[in-house]
């Protein structure tokens, strides 16, 4: 049995779990949980890298005896280290405007087929990519990269280099040599030299002098990748995944990337998996515009108002949640009154309205990811697992196998948490010697709850009037 510590960012939270991993056990307990979020500072939208790097030590520090400690967080951004291995400015929040503009200007250097066809990632303005380019001579100054779970592995344990599952997010990896993409980065003008060497999920980092030689251990460093191994699907069935937080990674799980026009036109991404996986899925806007409507109206009173969305009407008003301008942060309600406007629907008149036109479009979103997936791949799909904490929102779940018109399956909620305890623990000698045995102890250890679609054509009809919209 192995007792690690799971640091797992989130971009609203972030949280240190005492996970507890043995033979038919797999147990988490909440060590210390703390806010995130963008901090704007004058111009940018940043991360508050250092007051997650303290809290990420306390609550190693309060965690009590542990046999190694893992750290995953979301994708894309970064910190910059000059030759003395010291942070270059605070890293930039992916929500940050620096780079509208800068994927078309990189298109006409390198077009979108070929930086397809070598990195497999969909297009994301804010992929590491156009960050990097976004930022011009101040990369002169650079050294190194690190992404963010690699930056804190480095302030631990003084160790550099990148873990493959987030680097597989930068838009800077090649997705079938499985190397740094030096030559296309060069086209683009980030030099070769910012890019760390690969580490695996799974090999040791290294020891942190500062928690008594505490083993760190890569996971699967990306949080989706994390989500992704404690899907608990069963073998042999055709599954689908959300893992449902501010963002609702849709999509399958493949062995080798899927790089045709038809996966390019759905703008679906090849990230790496834990264990040479392929994640096929699309960043879906997800429960993000929801708690950033929450925020403008300076309430937390989320079960009430979902208690009172479910109760009206469903499918009055749809939107596409998908659309840039849901993106940025800012007065959602307002641009989902706009978007109502544009497209000859009344806006919600009140607030479970405007709740329940999130959440039905949301699920609207969720179908269109999976049912293009199914298509673009040619596979059946015959349920859908949503993990991570949108398999609690009973509203969510429920639409979205209306939806999808397949049963979902919700939970585990901390599906990241413990993802990155499973990669530990079979680093560190408990014998899980693949996803399938992982996810068997998912299975046999966790709540999951299932939801059956209700027989419904209004979601044909939604789907028709949101696709007039698009065209
Ligand atoms: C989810 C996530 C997504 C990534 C987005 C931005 O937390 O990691 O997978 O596209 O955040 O980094």
Redesign the pocket.
Same mark, same amino acid.
């Given at each position: 049995m192995k007792r690690v510590a799971a640091v797992d960012l989130? !971009?609203s939270s972030g949280r240190v779990m005492a996970g507890t991993a043995g033979p038919d056990l797999l147990r988490l307990a909440e060590v210390r949980r703390f806010p995130n979020g963008g901090v704007r500072a004058g111009p940018a939208l940043y991360w508050d890298i250092l007051g997650l790097y303290r809290e990420t030590l306390a609550g190693l520090r309060e965690a009590g005896d542990l046999d190694g400690a893992g750290i995953d967080?979301? !994708?894309? %951004?970064y910190g910059l280290l000059d030759s003395r291995g010291a942070l270059l400015g605070n890293p930039v929040h992916?929500r940050d405007t620096r780079t509208d503009g800068i994927p078309e200007n990189v298109a006409a250097t390198v077009s979108p087929r070929e930086l397809y066809d070598v990195t497999g990632l969909q297009q994301?303005p804010?992929n590491t990519l156009y960050q990097l380019v976004a930022e011009g001579d101040r990369l002169d100054a650079a050294a190194t990269l690190l992404l963010v779970p690699d930056l804190l592995n480095y302030w631990l344990t003084g160790e550099i280099g990148a873990e493959r599952t987030n680097a597989s997010?930068t838009q800077l990896y090649d997705v079938r040599a499985r190397t740094w993409a030096t030559s296309l980065a060069a086209r683009v003008g980030i030099p070769s030299r910012l890019l760390p060497p690969l580490r695996d999920p799974g090999t040791v980092v290294g020891t942190a002098p500062e928690l008594a030689g505490l083993p760190v251990i890569a996971v699967g460093s990306? %949080?989706?990748a994390s989500a992704v191994v404690a899907v608990p699907a069963e073998p042999g069935t055709n599954f689908a995944y959300i893992?449902s937080?501010?963002?609702s990674?849709a999509g399958l799980e493949l062995d080798a990337p899927e790089l045709s026009d038809a996966a390019l036109a759905a703008n679906f991404t090849n990230?790496g998996g834990v264990d040479g996986t392929i994640r096929f899925l699309r960043?879906v806007m997800g429960l993000w515009v929801l708690s950033e409507t929450l925020r403008g109206w300076d309430t937390s009173d989320l079960p009430g108002l979902l208690k009172a969305a479910a109760a009206a009407p469903g499918l009055a008003a749809v939107v596409d949640i998908d659309a840039p301008e849901f993106l940025p942060p800012g007065d959602m309600p307002a641009r989902i009154a706009a978007a109502c406007r544009a497209s000859g629907q009344r806006p919600p008149a009140d607030r479970p309205a405007v709740v329940r036109c999130v959440l039905d479009s949301l699920a609207l979103a969720h179908r269109r990811a999976i049912r293009d997936a199914a298509r673009v791949t040619g596979r059946r799909v015959d349920v859908v697992h949503i993990v991570g904490g949108g398999a609690r929102n009973e509203l969510l779940c429920q639409l979205t196998a209306d939806a999808c018109g397949v049963p979902v399956l919700a939970g585990p909620v901390e599906a990241a948490a413990l993802g990155n305890v499973l990669v530990q623990a079979r680093a560190l000698g408990e014998n899980l010697p693949d996803l399938a045995s992982m996810r068997a102890l998912v299975r046999r250890t966790q709540e999951i709850r299932r939801y059956d679609p209700s027989p419904d054509d209004d979601w044909d009809a939604a789907e028709a009037r949101l696709a007039v919209l698009r065209s």
């Amino acid at each position: 049995m192995k007792r690690v510590a799971a640091v797992d960012l989130g !971009a609203s939270s972030g949280r240190v779990m005492a996970g507890t991993a043995g033979p038919d056990l797999l147990r988490l307990a909440e060590v210390r949980r703390f806010p995130n979020g963008g901090v704007r500072a004058g111009p940018a939208l940043y991360w508050d890298i250092l007051g997650l790097y303290r809290e990420t030590l306390a609550g190693l520090r309060e965690a009590g005896d542990l046999d190694g400690a893992g750290i995953d967080s979301w !994708a894309v %951004d970064y910190g910059l280290l000059d030759s003395r291995g010291a942070l270059l400015g605070n890293p930039v929040h992916y929500r940050d405007t620096r780079t509208d503009g800068i994927p078309e200007n990189v298109a006409a250097t390198v077009s979108p087929r070929e930086l397809y066809d070598v990195t497999g990632l969909q297009q994301l303005p804010f992929n590491t990519l156009y960050q990097l380019v976004a930022e011009g001579d101040r990369l002169d100054a650079a050294a190194t990269l690190l992404l963010v779970p690699d930056l804190l592995n480095y302030w631990l344990t003084g160790e550099i280099g990148a873990e493959r599952t987030n680097a597989s997010t930068t838009q800077l990896y090649d997705v079938r040599a499985r190397t740094w993409a030096t030559s296309l980065a060069a086209r683009v003008g980030i030099p070769s030299r910012l890019l760390p060497p690969l580490r695996d999920p799974g090999t040791v980092v290294g020891t942190a002098p500062e928690l008594a030689g505490l083993p760190v251990i890569a996971v699967g460093s990306h %949080d989706t990748a994390s989500a992704v191994v404690a899907v608990p699907a069963e073998p042999g069935t055709n599954f689908a995944y959300i893992s449902s937080g501010t963002w609702s990674l849709a999509g399958l799980e493949l062995d080798a990337p899927e790089l045709s026009d038809a996966a390019l036109a759905a703008n679906f991404t090849n990230e790496g998996g834990v264990d040479g996986t392929i994640r096929f899925l699309r960043n879906v806007m997800g429960l993000w515009v929801l708690s950033e409507t929450l925020r403008g109206w300076d309430t937390s009173d989320l079960p009430g108002l979902l208690k009172a969305a479910a109760a009206a009407p469903g499918l009055a008003a749809v939107v596409d949640i998908d659309a840039p301008e849901f993106l940025p942060p800012g007065d959602m309600p307002a641009r989902i009154a706009a978007a109502c406007r544009a497209s000859g629907q009344r806006p919600p008149a009140d607030r479970p309205a405007v709740v329940r036109c999130v959440l039905d479009s949301l699920a609207l979103a969720h179908r269109r990811a999976i049912r293009d997936a199914a298509r673009v791949t040619g596979r059946r799909v015959d349920v859908v697992h949503i993990v991570g904490g949108g398999a609690r929102n009973e509203l969510l779940c429920q639409l979205t196998a209306d939806a999808c018109g397949v049963p979902v399956l919700a939970g585990p909620v901390e599906a990241a948490a413990l993802g990155n305890v499973l990669v530990q623990a079979r680093a560190l000698g408990e014998n899980l010697p693949d996803l399938a045995s992982m996810r068997a102890l998912v299975r046999r250890t966790q709540e999951i709850r299932r939801y059956d679609p209700s027989p419904d054509d209004d979601w044909d009809a939604a789907e028709a009037r949101l696709a007039v919209l698009r065209s």
